[in-house]
């Protein structure tokens, strides 16, 4: 039985793709920053699609199943990703399409990780993230339900981003982001778009600026809002909910004392 500390989210900002067809690991393993071809049926793996320039496009999950893969992606751009894997599938005998599975996450606000549970999965980006599944009709887990907001505020918490509206597509790098650290890339798979540019950055080991969770002595700044170090710019606001928040910080202004319009920043600990 799952513990009383444990909340029951969900996600209405999520869609799921289904990709089935002869053809589909192959396709998705060209594509994608992921070895899909590795894992077994039941496994949920983080991934993402980027440009031949190596940034990103769409941060998505994939669970393997015995006949076909689902993809667990943001609602607002499940259509333009589906379009953009379909101009992909030229000849391949793969077909893509929407489904009507919704979301839920299963979490504890302590970022402690949740126990298992049977139609759930493990979050593969932090242990706080808990579990995710996808479902026909809401499953009755018989614990307290807590709204959208409070798990995206643990999220970010946990210095997690996620979807177009904190990594807009096309702009950002993934190294960057952390989606290395995520789990969702694997640089020993062989080819995938952007390949070149992610593995070479990969192998320099340094990158000038890395996403970092915040806390902020006061509840503003919108995104994109410079964070100072002194009187130069040390990075930039990439989400908020309350005094909690992602930011881009160059590395060599980590250690000094960073200012969000004028209030205090501090950088959380990594989880």
Not at 65 to 89: G, I, Q, R, T, V
Not at 261 to 269: K, P, T
Request: charged share 25%.
């Amino acid at each position: 039985m799952l513990g009383m500390g444990i909340f029951h989210s969900l996600l209405t900002d999520r869609a799921v793709l289904r990709i089935s067809g002869h053809d589909r690991v192959d396709f998705l393993q060209n594509l994608v920053t992921q070895n899909v071809a590795q894992p077994p049926s039941g496994s949920c793996v983080m991934a993402a699609l980027l440009t031949p320039q190596g940034k990103l496009l769409y941060d998505f999950f994939i669970f393997v199943e015995d006949d076909s893969f689902l993809l667990d992606c943001d609602s607002d751009s499940a259509a333009a990703l589906m379009k953009k894997l379909n101009l992909y599938k030229l000849r391949a005998a793969v077909t893509i399409a929407e489904t009507d599975l919704t979301m839920h996450a299963l979490w504890q606000a302590d970022g402690l990780p949740c126990p298992s549970q049977a139609g759930f999965y493990e979050d593969p980006r932090a242990e706080g993230l808990g579990l995710r599944g996808f479902f026909e009709t809401a499953p009755d887990t018989k614990l307290p339900v807590k709204p959208l907001d409070d798990w995206h505020m643990n999220r970010l918490k946990l210095g997690v981003p996620q979807g177009p509206l904190e990594m807009p597509p096309g702009t950002v790098f993934p190294l960057e982001y952390g989606m290395a650290e995520r789990h969702a890339i694997d640089f020993q798979k062989g080819c995938f778009v952007g390949q070149e540019v992610t593995s070479r950055t990969h192998r320099k080991g340094r990158l000038r600026k890395k996403l970092h969770a915040i806390t902020l002595a006061a509840a503003d700044g919108q995104q994109g809002d410079a964070l100072m170090a002194g009187d130069r710019i040390g990075g930039e606001l990439v989400a908020r909910r309350a005094q909690c928040g992602l930011a881009l910080i160059r590395e060599d202004a980590v250690a000094e004392k960073l200012t969000l319009n004028g209030a205090a920043v501090e950088i959380s600990a990594p989880q």
